[in-house]
């Protein structure tokens, strides 16, 4: 089945500076790659996704690559924010709740 | 809070104790999905169902029980033979089961803790 590894587990950076957040994926069959972002104690959200098809997607500060010759897929955050500080998982996989591998997250703290 | 609910909140389990979670959602979903969370692991599927009366078993299927006698109402029992209950679980939902351009919508979760 996939695997997906997630890197770094922690990440702090300075007030509008950029956070880059990696994962890798193992099955060469997947084609969906979402990002959740997730506050202290609340329900994980959907902020971006990125399809096979596609090598980049952006959404206003957020912006997901995609290598798939390498298999690894990476969001970007530019000009960070306070408010961006939660826990971030990527995903991989088929779309569908049973058909995703979730990574281990990473916990990015912006600092003013 | 619109969507998918869960209840309660908070939940303390006793030794030998089976606990029921609750989830419903209004989204009229086909696909629902529940999801444990540990610290420093990613989310780990317990069980899933595509439609009313039927469900699967998903990587961590023991211990738990599951049932889909309605379309908005998909709760989780953790028995007694789960011997290490303790822990985030997140309930979702996507339109359709099993196919591609799902997004998963989740619930606000319940921290499960065993006294």
């Known amino acids: 089945g996939e695997n997906v590894e997630q890197h770094p587990s922690t990440l702090s950076v300075q007030e509008g500076d950029s956070a880059v957040i990696k994962c890798t994926y193992s099955?060469?069959?997947?084609?969906?790659f979402p990002w959740y972002k997730q506050e202290l104690g609340k329900r994980p959200q959907l902020i971006i996704d990125?399809?096979?098809n596609v090598g980049e997607k952006k959404d206003q500060r957020i912006a997901v690559t995609l290598n798939k010759t390498a298999k690894h897929f990476s969001l970007h955050i530019t000009e960070t924010q306070p408010e961006d500080s939660a826990v971030y998982f990527c995903?991989?996989?088929w779309g569908g709740g049973n058909k995703l591998t979730f990574g281990t997250g990473t916990q990015l703290k912006v600092e003013l | 809070d619109g969507g998918i609910t869960q209840s309660p909140k908070y939940l303390f389990r006793k030794e030998g104790q089976n606990v029921t979670l609750s989830c419903e959602q209004n989204?009229?979903?086909?696909?629902m999905y529940w999801y444990r969370q540990d610290p420093g692991q990613g989310l780990r599927l317990i069980y899933y169902?595509?439609?009313?009366?039927?469900?699967q078993k998903g990587d961590i299927a023991e211990g738990y029980s599951v049932s889909r006698e309605k379309k908005e109402s998909f709760p989780l029992t953790v028995t007694s033979a789960q011997k290490n209950p303790t822990a985030f679980y997140l309930c979702?939902?996507?339109?359709?089961?099993?196919?591609?351009?799902?997004?998963?919508?989740f619930g606000s979760g319940t921290q499960l803790s065993v006294l």
């Open positions: 169902s595509q439609i009313v009366n039927d469900f």
């Open positions: 989204l009229n979903h086909d696909a």
């Open positions: 995903a991989g996989g």
């Open positions: 099955d060469s069959a997947s084609n969906y």
């Open positions: 990125i399809r096979s």
């Open positions: 979702a939902s996507t339109s359709r089961g099993g196919t591609e351009d799902e997004k998963l919508f």
